[in-house]
């Protein structure tokens, strides 16, 4: 049978035949009988609980964070207090004992927990000169909402209010902006560059001299002010759970505490009636109860197909859209959750960018046992802002739980600072490979490979040029060599 058009009203509507040549009606509907209109029902309120897991996952995630930090805050370093505000610097970079998810080997972290209802902050920074910093701001929802750092402030000392969304202050004297956050419960990423092992004293000293407290303090140092007792938030472990019904509930409470835009409100509305939501109680109807955890298993099969296929590959590389982890881009809900449940964090592309490969130039996935080279010509080198001390590396992590590999030299990564041997031609070549190359003066261009197992390479590129930050940037292929460089 033909096609069907029909046509309406100068155009107001049209009908257009389906694949059994019927016309398509999009105001047809058909009669399904209780027992299947049940059925039907069950399987929308599953897809309603996929939805709401996708846009609770984050705020979980924080919330959960959040319990790690006051927790080991209070219980490793009673000295500081209320863990409220406090700073805690890593001192050291991260090694083969790090259990965090991809961590980042170039840069020392540090991080604070802060609750803006009770009292807005000021943070002080010393001038930084010479390199790159960063400290990054993350609402309740892990989104990345303002960066104080080498390119959005520069290398001069300065002082930054960080205030709540109810906040209609003035900023006092000798406040240099004002950093509004979209919730009341944020935290703050601190990331400073170290050239080398030498250098670190010298990034130790840079954390001694920040200073975070609140606003009250920093007008007056002898002003009392009254921060949340963290008993509160330590109440309940969000570490553990009975039942993904628990999650929702906590992820409920933590966001009635921490309202979302009125932008997200289309979601909200259609997963209310399964009792998730801010401020919601989780639904105890049974079928209900039942198709959330079916939306919860249908979640996690989206996550996992997520991450193998959301992102362009070009030359075995997952290059990142450039608007991911950015509230209002064009990553969605679903995109949040799976690249804050793979690299918890994520920040804004502007100050840098993951590139990650997973399979060599033949599409096989990178494994120990095959040594591998990866060759940047003089022009393909990843392209980095010096004017804000911008830098890269790429980094080798397992396949399995996305660590480092524990290696006898403590060597991770290849990075841009390091004593690298270029080829004649202005050529780099990166080996990877389970043998040591003979020669020392290849040792920088050299990253072990693990004695077994998949891994996977991720190319990180701070301050990355307008190439990198809008995509169009491609490292050259991962290529299997015949034979280890000796």
């Given at each position: 049978?033909?096609?069907?058009?029909?046509?309406?009203?100068?155009?107001?509507?049209?009908?257009?035949?389906?694949?059994?040549?019927?016309?398509?009606?999009?105001?047809?509907?058909?009669?399904?009988?209780?027992?299947?209109?049940?059925?039907?029902?069950?399987?929308?309120?599953?897809?309603?609980?996929?939805?709401?897991?996708?846009?609770?996952?984050?705020?979980?995630l924080?919330?959960?964070?959040?319990?790690?930090?006051?927790?080991?805050?209070?219980?490793?370093?009673?000295?500081?207090?209320?863990?409220?505000?406090?700073?805690?610097?890593?001192?050291?970079?991260?090694?083969?004992?790090?259990?965090?998810?991809?961590?980042?080997?170039?840069?020392?972290?540090?991080?604070?927990?802060?609750?803006?209802?009770?009292?807005?902050?000021?943070?002080?920074?010393?001038?930084?000169?010479?390199?790159?910093?960063?400290?990054?701001?993350?609402?309740?929802?892990?989104?990345n909402?303002?960066?104080v750092?080498?390119?959005?402030?520069?290398?001069?000392?300065?002082?930054?209010?960080?205030?709540?969304?109810?906040?209609?202050?003035?900023?006092?004297?000798?406040?240099?902006?004002?950093?509004?956050?979209?919730t009341?419960?944020?935290?703050?990423?601190?990331?400073?560059?170290?050239?080398?092992?030498?250098?670190?004293?010298?990034?130790?000293?840079?954390?001694?001299?920040?200073r975070?407290?609140?606003?009250?303090?920093?007008?007056?140092?002898?002003?009392?002010?009254?921060?949340?007792?963290?008993?509160?938030?330590?109440?309940?472990?969000?570490?553990?759970?009975?039942?993904?019904?628990?999650?929702?509930?906590?992820?409920?409470?933590?966001?009635?505490?921490?309202p979302?835009?009125?932008?997200?409100?289309?979601?909200?509305?259609?997963?209310?009636?399964?009792?998730?939501?801010?401020?919601?109680?989780?639904?105890?109807?049974?079928?209900?109860?039942?198709?959330?955890l079916?939306?919860?298993?249908?979640?996690?099969?989206?996550?996992?197909?997520?991450?193998?296929?959301?992102?362009?590959?070009?030359?075995?590389?997952?290059?990142?859209?450039?608007?991911?982890?950015?509230?209002?881009?064009?990553?969605?809900?679903?995109?949040?959750?799976?690249?804050?449940?793979?690299?918890?964090?994520?920040?804004?592309?502007?100050?840098a960018?993951?590139l990650?490969?997973?399979?060599?130039?033949?599409?096989?996935?990178?494994?120990?046992?095959?040594?591998?080279?990866?060759?940047?010509?003089?022009?393909?080198?990843?392209?980095?802002?010096?004017?804000?001390?911008?830098?890269?590396?790429?980094?080798?992590?397992?396949?399995?739980?996305?660590?480092?590999?524990?290696?006898?030299?403590?060597?991770?990564?290849?990075?841009?600072?390091?004593?690298?041997?270029?080829?004649?031609?202005?050529?780099?070549?990166?080996?990877?490979?389970?043998?040591?190359?003979?020669?020392?003066?290849?040792?920088?261009?050299?990253?072990?490979?693990?004695?077994?197992?998949?891994?996977?390479?991720?190319?990180?590129?701070?301050?990355?040029?307008?190439?990198?930050?809008?995509?169009?940037?491609?490292?050259?292929?991962?290529?299997?060599?015949?034979r280890?460089?000796?």
């Open positions: 049978m033909r096609p069907v058009v029909l046509l309406l009203a100068a155009g107001a509507w049209m009908l257009c035949a389906d694949a059994s040549g019927e016309p398509f009606d999009p105001l047809k509907l058909q009669p399904l009988g209780r027992q299947a209109a049940v059925e039907a029902r069950a399987d929308y309120d599953a897809r309603l609980g996929e939805l709401a897991y996708l846009y609770s996952v984050p705020p979980f924080h919330l959960r964070q959040r319990y790690e930090f006051l927790s080991a805050v209070t219980r490793y370093f009673p000295q500081l207090g209320n863990p409220y505000g406090q700073f805690m610097h890593v001192r050291a970079p991260a090694g083969g004992k790090t259990t965090d998810t991809m961590p980042n080997n170039d840069t020392l972290y540090g991080a604070a927990y802060l609750d803006l209802e009770a009292t807005s902050y000021v943070l002080s920074l010393p001038a930084i000169d010479g390199r790159y910093y960063g400290y990054s701001f993350h609402d309740a929802y892990f989104y909402f303002d960066v750092s080498s390119r959005t402030d520069g290398a001069n000392a300065g002082n930054y209010l960080i205030v709540g969304p109810a906040w209609k202050g003035t900023a006092p004297r000798g406040i240099r902006r004002v950093i509004r956050a979209p009341n419960s944020i935290n703050i990423y601190e990331r400073i560059y170290y050239r080398n092992a030498a250098d670190v004293p010298h990034v130790n000293g840079i954390q001694d001299a920040v975070l407290q609140p606003l009250a303090r920093f007008l007056n140092p002898k002003a009392t002010v009254a921060l949340p007792d963290p008993q509160g938030a330590l109440s309940v472990n969000p570490k553990s759970l009975d039942s993904a019904l628990d999650m929702f509930q906590m992820a409920n409470d933590y966001m009635g505490r921490n979302p835009p009125d932008t997200d409100r289309a979601y909200l509305e259609q997963f209310a009636a399964l009792g998730i939501g801010p401020g919601l109680t989780v639904s105890d109807d049974p079928a209900k109860r039942q198709a959330i079916q939306g919860v298993a249908m979640a996690e099969k989206t996550l996992s197909a997520l991450v193998d296929t959301v992102m362009q590959t070009r030359n075995g590389w997952q290059i990142p859209p450039p608007h991911l982890g950015v509230r209002g881009g064009d990553s969605g809900i679903a995109l949040q959750a799976m690249v804050q449940l793979r690299s918890i964090g994520y920040g804004s592309p502007k100050e960018t993951y990650q490969a997973y399979v060599d130039e033949a599409g096989e996935p990178l494994h120990a046992s095959q040594p591998y080279t990866l060759t940047f010509p003089r022009d393909q080198l990843p392209p980095v802002n010096p004017a804000t001390h911008g830098f890269w590396s790429v980094t080798l992590y397992d396949r399995a739980k996305f660590r480092f590999f524990d290696n006898p030299y403590q060597k991770f990564n290849v990075r841009a600072a390091d004593p690298l041997v270029y080829d004649a031609d202005g050529s780099l070549t990166i080996y990877v490979q389970q043998e040591k190359p003979s020669d020392p003066a290849l040792f920088p261009n050299w990253l072990p490979a693990p004695p077994s197992g998949d891994f996977v390479l991720m190319l990180r590129a701070f301050q990355g040029g307008p190439a990198v930050i809008e995509g169009r940037y491609v490292p050259p292929f991962v290529r299997a060599a015949a280890p460089l000796q």
